[in-house]
């Protein structure tokens, strides 16, 4: 146990770390129009895998706020490391689709070490599935030129939050068909994203989302 507490102070966490409190975003096209919303909490957290892991209730809606899909996401702080699980990034509906199939998932977690500032190059992460039905059918999507950009101080609805900014590139393959996105993310501890934008591959802005409340 004294270890796990040892890895917790170590790791900075970017996300809800403190219970009770929701975190809602709002998502928005290119135009400003808003699409969707979504909310996080801490729903626990509990000694395994060597580390801490944290269990966030992430809740999503529409337009009107209301509730599309409920989830549980898992986070790490692992020694001075925190990871996010790139299995997050596979597509539940297509996997669904091929649940009679012999299906075999690898992966390299994201990792966000101590210490972050401008100019840190962080590791690359990917998750691949291999789809055994007939003709093998490849899902991969890696998340690769990891950046800490710079400090930016940003203002929401919910408040002004000093925080990192990253850019990173999304490269999914599904099949014969390939996509490349780049997203830029501004993250703070013990919140996660305060907020994110996503580029095609050409540098055009195509959606946005931001931290509207903290409750």
């Given at each position: 146990a004294f270890s796990f507490n040892i890895s917790a102070q170590e790791c900075e966490a970017y996300i809800p770390t403190q219970q009770g409190k929701k975190y809602t975003y709002v998502m928005?096209?290119?135009k400003g129009k808003i699409q969707s919303y979504y909310s996080q909490e801490l729903l626990k957290k509990?000694?395994?895998e060597g580390g801490i892991k944290f269990e966030i209730l992430h809740i999503s809606y529409d337009q009107k706020k209301e509730i599309t899909n409920t989830d549980t996401l898992e986070f790490l702080c692992k020694g001075d490391v925190f990871y996010i699980d790139m299995t997050r990034y596979l597509n539940e509906?297509?996997?669904n689709a091929y649940e009679d199939a012999e299906i075999t998932v690898t992966y390299d977690n994201l990792g966000y070490p101590l210490?972050?500032?401008?100019?840190?190059?962080?590791?690359?992460g990917y998750v691949q599935a291999v789809i055994n039905a007939g003709m093998?059918?490849?899902?991969?999507?890696e998340i690769v030129n990891r950046k800490v950009e710079s400090y930016e101080n940003i203002d929401t609805e919910a408040g002004t939050f000093k925080t990192l900014k990253i850019s990173e590139e999304l490269v999914s393959k599904m099949g014969f068909v390939n996509m490349n996105m780049k997203s830029v993310i501004w993250i703070k501890t013990d919140i996660g994203n305060v907020k994110s934008e996503t580029y095609d591959k050409r540098g055009n802005l195509v959606s946005y989302?931001?931290?509207?409340?903290?409750e």
């Open positions: 928005k096209n290119k509990k000694n395994e509906e297509q996997m210490g972050l500032q401008p100019g840190t190059q962080l590791e690359d093998p059918i490849t899902f991969r999507t989302a931001e931290l509207i409340s903290i």
